[in-house]
């Protein structure tokens, strides 16, 4: 699937030292992917288990990512509160491979879902009280129940079912405001959009560059030096980034669904409310109505859509109001997966934020 880099086997070779093997590696998510494609830059190249432009929250594997997750020897994911569909595959397939679910990481700061269509302003600042030990969070402690993210993994039986369209398909709660989403994305617990706070980026590079040095010992250090090179793109991004966002930082505006809160977290925004409860969730009228009553109440300056959803909805809560509207996407669709997925994405949604 992939090979060790040419260029540093050659040299190991030349100087007669045993070439190590990198560690076949799998990651659910393109904002995942991205951070693992960037430790493994020059040495190796990770699969992508969900591909750009698909629901993480639900989806049914092609063959061949379900050949990735089999040949893995390690994988990084979300957890199953962004996929709740892949931990069955996750052990009927990559069973032997050693996992590591990247919300459970130690130093990783997660969120509640806020609930109701109208944001407190600035509430994500209360709601959250226990946080990993970041520079920009020192004021907080370490959040409850981390755990190493390493389960034990029991054996798979085999391989020959890889159908999961069942996952995929499901339906229900339209036109509800239900506690969880069709597909148990459940709103009272933790909000799984967290690969939008740059500082937990910053976290999970070390995490991902750990993990591959204890398979790969041979290649610790390349790990290591290429975790820390992404960590200060990622500083540089959210600097510029930053500063195109300074006029946006007191206007409020609205989302589609509520996966941004991160996001405002690392950069200073205000979000005063989401049109829908989440991206698997049609909202109500009322919700609808609600919002309505937001954008006026507060000028909100844009509302913003997601490529995937039903435009119908925003021009609705935009009709006769003086707010723009711009495309947000969390997932980054439209980017290029690889070593710069990360500092791209947040530039792309950034920029979009700023423009609107």
Same mark, same amino acid.
């Given at each position: 699937?992939?090979?060790?880099?040419?260029?540093?086997?050659?040299?190991?070779?030349?100087?007669g030292?045993?070439?190590?093997?990198?560690?076949?590696?799998?990651?659910?998510?393109?904002?995942?992917?991205?951070?693992?494609?960037?430790?493994?830059q020059?040495?190796?190249?990770?699969?992508?288990?969900?591909?750009?432009?698909?629901s993480?929250? /639900?989806?049914?594997?092609?063959?061949? $990512?379900?050949?990735?997750? *089999?040949?893995? *020897?390690?994988?990084?994911?979300?957890?199953?509160?962004l996929?709740?569909?892949?931990?069955?595959?996750?052990?009927?397939l990559? /069973?032997?491979?050693?996992?590591? %679910?990247?919300l +459970?990481?130690?130093g990783t700061?997660?969120l509640?879902?806020?609930?109701?269509?109208r944001?407190?302003?600035h509430?994500?600042?209360?709601?959250? %009280?226990?946080? /990993?030990?970041?520079?920009?969070? &020192?004021?907080?402690?370490?959040?409850?129940?981390?755990g190493?993210?390493?389960?034990?993994?029991? *054996?798979?039986?085999?391989?020959?079912d890889?159908?999961? %369209?069942?996952?995929?398909?499901?339906?229900?709660?339209?036109?509800?405001?239900?506690?969880? *989403?069709?597909?148990?994305?459940?709103?009272?617990?933790?909000?799984?959009?967290?690969?939008?706070?740059?500082?937990?980026?910053?976290?999970?590079?070390?995490?991902?560059?750990?993990?591959l040095?204890?398979?790969?010992?041979?290649?610790? &250090?390349?790990y290591?030096a290429? +975790? $820390?090179?992404?960590?200060?793109?990622?500083?540089?991004?959210?600097?510029?980034?930053?500063?195109?966002?300074?006029?946006?930082?007191?206007?409020?505006?609205?989302?589609?669904?509520?996966?941004?809160?991160?996001?405002?977290?690392?950069? /200073?925004?205000? &979000?005063?409310?989401?049109?829908?409860?989440?991206?698997a969730?049609?909202?109500?009228? &009322?919700r609808?109505? %609600?919002?309505?009553?937001?954008?006026?109440?507060?000028?909100?300056?844009?509302?913003?859509?997601?490529?995937?959803?039903n435009?119908?909805?925003?021009?609705?809560v935009l009709?006769?109001?003086? +707010?723009?509207?711009?495309?947000?996407?969390?997932?980054?669709?439209?980017?290029?997966?690889?070593?710069?997925?990360?500092?791209?994405?947040?530039?792309?949604?950034?920029?979009?934020?700023?423009?609107?």
């Amino acid at each position: 699937m992939w090979k060790s880099g040419a260029a540093a086997a050659g040299l190991l070779a030349g100087a007669g030292a045993a070439v190590a093997e990198v560690p076949q590696v799998a990651a659910d998510i393109a904002p995942v992917h991205g951070l693992v494609a960037r430790v493994m830059q020059g040495l190796g190249e990770p699969a992508l288990v969900v591909p750009p432009g698909a629901s993480p929250h /639900g989806y049914a594997m092609r063959p061949s $990512e379900a050949r990735a997750l *089999d040949q893995a *020897d390690l994988v990084f994911w979300l957890g199953e509160p962004l996929t709740p569909w892949l931990a069955g595959p996750l052990e009927e397939l990559a /069973g032997d491979a050693h996992r590591v %679910e990247l919300l +459970a990481a130690e130093g990783t700061v997660v969120l509640p879902f806020r609930e109701g269509a109208r944001f407190e302003a600035h509430g994500h600042d209360e709601e959250h %009280e226990d946080h /990993g030990d970041h520079d920009d969070h &020192a004021e907080h402690e370490d959040h409850a129940e981390h755990g190493d993210g390493h389960d034990d993994h029991a *054996d798979h039986d085999g391989h020959e079912d890889h159908d999961h %369209e069942d996952h995929a398909g499901e339906e229900g709660h339209e036109g509800h405001e239900d506690r969880a *989403d069709a597909h148990g994305h459940d709103h009272e617990g933790a909000d799984p959009h967290a690969w939008l706070l740059p500082a937990n980026a910053q976290v999970w590079l070390d995490v991902i560059a750990e993990e591959l040095a204890e398979h790969d010992p041979d290649n610790a &250090a390349a790990y290591r030096a290429n +975790a $820390e090179a992404g960590k200060q793109e990622i500083a540089e991004t959210v600097a510029s980034v930053s500063a195109v966002l300074e006029p946006f930082r007191t206007k409020p505006f609205i989302v589609f669904h509520d996966a941004y809160q991160y996001f405002e977290q690392g950069f /200073g925004l205000r &979000a005063a409310g989401a049109i829908s409860l989440s991206d698997a969730v049609k909202p109500s009228p &009322a919700r609808v109505a %609600e919002i309505r009553d937001v954008v006026a109440d507060l000028k909100v300056a844009c509302v913003f859509s997601e490529p995937q959803f039903n435009p119908g909805l925003v021009a609705t809560v935009l009709d006769g109001t003086a +707010a723009g509207t711009a495309v947000l996407d969390p997932l980054g669709a439209g980017l290029e997966p690889g070593p710069q997925f990360y500092p791209a994405l947040l530039q792309e949604i950034g920029s979009a934020i700023a423009g609107c």
